[in-house]
């Protein structure tokens, strides 16, 4: 498993989380941002267990009516297609993916 993602409420539950996680010294591997996949802002950090959690929000959700004419789109194993902010991901995972 990569990480587990916990959807919270708003931004401002994110940008919460990330300056208390930071005050309590845990671990921020990747954010805050927002990947261009899903339009969803995120915040990575690491968990005692060394286990990776996100807290995102704002999933882009797909209604009915648009299903047909739904495009699916690409995206490069590059950075910027993990977050059109600029944060870097610093999580085993990605740099294991990013060496294959």
Known sequence: MQHINHQVEDFDDVMRSY????????K??????????SSACFL????PDRMVYEY?????HILPE???SYRPR???FAPESFCMWGSR???????KAAKE
Not at 28 to 37: D, N, Q, Y
Not at 89 to 95: E, G, K
């Open 56 to 60: 995102s929000v704002g999933v882009k």
């Open 74 to 76: 690409q995206f490069p």
């Open 19 to 26: 300056y208390f996680l930071r005050e309590k010294g845990v």
């Open 89 to 95: 991901p610093d999580i085993r995972s990605f740099a």
């Open 28 to 37: 921020i591997v990747f954010g805050p941002g927002r990947h261009p996949s």
């Open 44 to 47: 990575y950090f690491e968990g």
């Open 66 to 68: 648009e299903e047909a």
